[in-house]
């Protein structure tokens, strides 16, 4: 089977699938599985960038999708000049304080000749810098926590449209990406690994914890949209009159009260459809976007080059290429692709809440869409994400359905019967891992395999 | 000099005690990572899960043991219910190579795809453990907690602080012990070892000299099952048993192993302790340790932390940073690339 036809038919299921759902279950609930398949496939273009075109292998999706959350938080809310007042200052400076000391340090390690005195002098400086911005910092965040805690605590936004954070979102990955590829890769191929997993649970951590800027665990709720308010559009004329037009053959059989309430049902579940056809919009040109560009850079000269890296790194550096400033540029591209993603999920979501990032969701399913859709092959990356989240979703309904299958012949309240019962919702991850394993193992390249040129030399 | 007396009492009660348990606890943790870097050189990310699933097997059948009113005396049942433990985790992970990694052996595969698979088994395991056991804290310790109490020792010397010794603190000390004692026997003295160890320096010229490989993937899977166990447990009687946390103790772990010096046992050790004594001292606070020190008009005003709590891990990952821009491999010489 060729792969266009492989992912028409991979579309197409997906696109029936939906269509189940919205009939039987409601449109609410298919779009809003369709927004978060859109987003995930976003996420799961970054993850193919790096590891579908190098071979890196990032266990840290879910930091650099938090990221994304901190620059929505940063960029939408409102500036609290108050806070700004009691501490913003004290933050800045140590932050000023924080870039000379990282600087001495740098300045220190390349100019000193190595030895005692050079190890010395940078454990005075670090060590040093650490106690003087501590000082700086510690008051001025205290003063900042202090004010108004119930409702902000925090030094609040640039009060900017909430689309741009998802720039500035890719914008924070990167330089993320940049600092962790320049330590760890170049040394074994695990250790990006390692250190990616280390700075994702470090960047949660601080998000929970740092009540200054994005108000830890208290979250940060009621961020600004950037379409309409379902309430706003229900009272539009308009809109009213557009749901009246296309319902028109079901409420021809109401008359007087009864067509007007049932009408105003209408237009309330109109209003959250649209509102959610909106978003899908948005998403979808993101998505649309950015695999227009990955498709277009992985047919250009770069591409070949990223796979000849991929594929054989010696031969690629005898040919001159520099592999390690390869894998850093790749690395840093993908962070930033899945730092927009995350981006536009805080935006749909409205509210940014640290403790619901956790690794399983955020890191390990977004790579069993890449492996499942075809490491290498940016739409079936795309497939992958859809068709993933749509199984995760809907899987714990069927898994419950299947679990009280399974248990109806034992005695009503054992303890067994409502242990399997509960923990039916665990058998998703043990799913997941098995359909993951199954995949790599016996056909690698996925749903949609990498599509490779192969063209045979005639002697 | 009395307050001198109850500022070493008060370090040794927070931070040396715990940071030897800890310690130990991770160098079991990173012996495993470490001869599985060696012998079949891929980093597992499954091991925290390992761990969490040998425990599960232990809390499994200590509960059952209680059942029947099996007891061990002052000792925690769970170390009756160790050696079943073990054998359960093994042969889950021989399954798990037999099905899974033996096939990567087989086509040589790049490091990194082992390492992927093991995120897949990682991800296997994690369900299996939250399906049978659930993902929320279980405590297991039963028989006496403590060998000396705080007020104990407060009456006995007449300090104003007290040393509390938990047992588990000491089992898992003495366990400790033992067991890298056996491992390093094993690894030193008999065939099996030996030749695991040529297996690990060159492997084509230990399957030149008639080394079974099969044999030598056997025996290290067990020993890796057999350390997952005991440090899962030993961590498990110490806090308590909640199936994130160890996936948590992956970030730790892997740091040890790495500043130690990758595929290195003794490395691993040292690791360890490096990085439990690192993230005990800088997240202790300070302020009644140097009030006893200073006199009264420099006593601290704040709780004089260098890290809050919650920033733990940042200190095994900075180690881990440090020893890969510094000396990447590792204390003692490791492998790298």
């Known amino acids: 089977m060729s792969n266009s036809l492989r992912a028409l038919l991979g579309f197409g299921t997906f696109a029936i699938l939906l269509y189940l759902v919205g009939e039987y279950q409601s449109w609410n609930v298919a779009l809003a599985i369709l927004n978060l398949c859109i987003i995930s496939g976003v996420m799961a273009l970054g993850v193919n960038i790096q590891w579908g075109y190098a071979g890196l292998f990032n266990v840290g999706i879910m930091g650099f999708a938090a990221l994304g959350g901190v620059a929505a938080v940063l960029v939408s809310q409102p500036v609290i000049e108050a806070a700004w007042a009691a501490g913003g200052s004290g933050v800045l400076i140590s932050g000023v304080m924080l870039l000379i ?115 830890g665990v208290k979250n940060v709720t009621g961020l600004s949209r950037p ?66 560009l990955c498709v277009t850079a992985l047919a250009s000269p770069w591409g070949r080059m990223v796979r000849a890296i991929r594929d054989n790194e010696v031969s690629a550096a005898a040919m001159g290429k520099n592999i390690t400033r390869r894998h850093l540029q790749i690395f840093v591209l993908g962070s930033a692709v899945v730092g927009i993603a995350g981006a536009m999920l805080t935006t749909l979501d409205g509210q940014f809440t640290p403790s619901t990032y956790q690794p399983l969701r955020y890191t390990f399913l977004i790579w069993v869409m890449v492996i499942v859709g075809g490491s290498g092959n940016n739409l079936g990356s795309v497939l992958g994400a859809f068709l993933i989240w749509f199984i995760w979703i809907e899987a714990e309904p069927a898994g419950n359905w299947l679990m009280q299958y399974a248990t109806q012949w034992m005695e009503e309240g054992s303890g067994l019967k409502r242990h399997l019962l509960d923990s039916a919702q665990h058998m998703r991850l043990f799913i997941m891992g098995v359909v993951m394993l199954t995949v790599m193992r016996f056909s690698p390249g996925g749903i949609l395999p990498e599509r490779t040129n192969t063209t045979t030399i005639k002697a | 000099m009395i307050d001198f007396l109850n500022a070493l009492t008060l370090f040794a009660n927070f931070v040396l005690i715990p940071g030897l348990a800890y310690g130990s606890q991770l160098a079991l943790g990173a012996l495993g990572i470490t001869l599985l870097y060696g012998i079949l050189r891929f980093g597992n990310f499954a091991h925290g899960d390992t761990m969490a699933f040998g425990t599960m097997t232990v809390v499994l059948i200590t509960w059952y043991f209680q059942s029947i009113g099996i007891s061990f005396g002052p000792l925690p049942t769970a170390l009756l219910a160790l050696p079943f433990g073990i054998a359960l985790t093994a042969l889950f992970l021989i399954l798990s190579d037999k099905l899974v990694y033996k096939h990567y052996r087989e086509v040589k595969a790049p490091p990194i795809r082992m390492v992927m698979a093991s995120v897949g088994v990682m991800f296997v395991m994690n369900g299996v453990v939250r399906f049978i056991i659930g993902p929320n804290d279980q ?14 020792f407060k009456n006995a010397t007449g300090l104003n602080e007290g040393l509390a010794i938990k047992s588990s603190q000491l089992l898992t000390v003495v366990i400790a012990i033992v067991l890298v004692s056996a491992l390093f026997w094993f690894l030193n003295k008999t065939r099996t070892g030996k030749s695991m160890r040529a297996f690990s320096d060159n492997e084509d010229l230990a399957l030149l000299s008639g080394i079974s490989p099969q044999r030598v993937v056997l025996v290290t899977w067990i020993l890796v099952g057999a350390l997952a166990t005991v440090a899962g447990v030993l961590y498990g009687l110490d806090k308590s048993f909640k199936p994130f946390t160890y996936f948590q103790l992956l970030l730790p772990m892997f740091a040890a192993a790495i500043v130690g010096g990758v595929g290195h046992p003794v490395g691993a050790i040292l690791g360890g302790f490096v990085v439990a004594f690192s993230e005990v001292t800088v997240t202790y606070a300070y302020k009644k340790f140097l009030t006893y020190l200073l006199p009264t008009e420099y006593a601290p005003d704040g709780l004089m932390q260098l890290l809050s709590t919650d920033y733990k891990f940042a200190v095994s990952f900075i180690i881990l940073v440090v020893v890969l821009l510094v000396k990447p491999t590792g204390l003692l010489k490791g492998k790298v690339i």
């Open chain 1, 101 to 215: 000391v990282i600087g001495l340090g740098f300045f220190t390690a390349k100019r000193l000749q190595a030895g005692w005195f050079r190890t010395l002098s940078m454990v005075v400086i670090i060590l040093g810098g650490y106690f003087a911005i501590r000082q700086v910092y510690d008051p001025a965040v205290l003063a900042i926590e202090a004010d108004n805690p119930a409702k902000s605590g925090y030094l609040g936004g640039l009060g900017m449209p909430i689309i741009l954070s998802w720039i500035v979102g890719g914008l924070f990955a990167a330089g993320v990406a940049w600092i962790i590829g320049k330590i760890s890769l170049g040394l074994r191929s695990d250790y990006l690994a390692i250190a990616t997993l280390g700075i994702s649970e470090i960047l949660i951590a601080m998000m929970k914890n740092e009540d200054w800027l994005t108000r």
């Open chain 1, 227 to 292: 379409v309409p308010y379902e309430l706003a559009i229900q009272d539009n004329p308009r809109f009213i009159e557009w749901v009246e037009w296309f319902n028109s053959s079901q409420l021809a059989g109401f008359t007087g009260e009864a067509k007007v309430a049932a009408l105003r049902s209408l237009v309330v579940e109109g209003s959250s459809i649209f509102v959610k056809l909106c978003y899908a919009g948005l998403f979808l040109s993101v998505l649309v976007i950015v695999l227009i």
């Open chain 2, 139 to 152: 405590n297991f310790m039963d028989g006496e907690r403590f060998i000396m109490k705080a007020r104990a």
